[in-house]
């Protein structure tokens, strides 16, 4: 079993930036890809960025590119999210979630893909 836990959500005006960052705990070794969703109230969840452990492939969604980035630490299982130039549309929970394969672009991000999701961490971007 392993167990993503998410932290560096909170409040930020419009064109501010944040860092989120997920610990992965327990069976970790069998993890290949970590990745970023967001949910907003009344909304599906969608997909935010994903990078794998080995060659560190990255796949972002249109809405963030060039301003978010994923990064992995593999010694300690985490994966950060650094947001610039946020906005209030990326207000939403931010959940981290992890699947023990590696995944084409289209793939990663399709959520039902994902073994492991945290509990989240709310992100509000006021304008």
């Known amino acids: 079993q392993v167990q993503p836990v998410e932290s560096g959500g909170g409040l930020v005006q419009a064109g501010g930036s944040l860092r989120l960052s997920c610990v992965a705990s327990?069976?970790?070794?069998?993890?290949?890809?970590l990745a970023w969703f967001r949910q907003a109230p009344g909304k599906e969840r969608l997909f935010v960025a994903s990078?794998?452990?080995?060659?560190?492939?990255?796949y972002y969604a249109n809405s963030v590119k060039g301003r978010f980035t994923i990064s992995r630490e593999s010694a300690t299982n985490t994966v950060t999210l650094q947001m610039h130039a946020l906005e209030p549309e990326d207000t939403a929970v931010y959940y981290c979630?992890?699947?023990?394969?590696?995944?084409?672009?289209?793939?990663?991000?399709?959520?039902?893909?994902?073994?492991?999701w945290g509990q989240g961490t709310q992100v509000t971007v006021s304008s």
């Open positions: 979630a992890a699947f023990t394969g590696a995944c084409s672009r289209t793939a990663c991000g399709d959520r039902r893909l994902y073994n492991y």
């Open positions: 327990g069976r970790t070794f069998g993890i290949e890809t």
């Open positions: 990078i794998t452990r080995s060659r560190n492939y990255t």
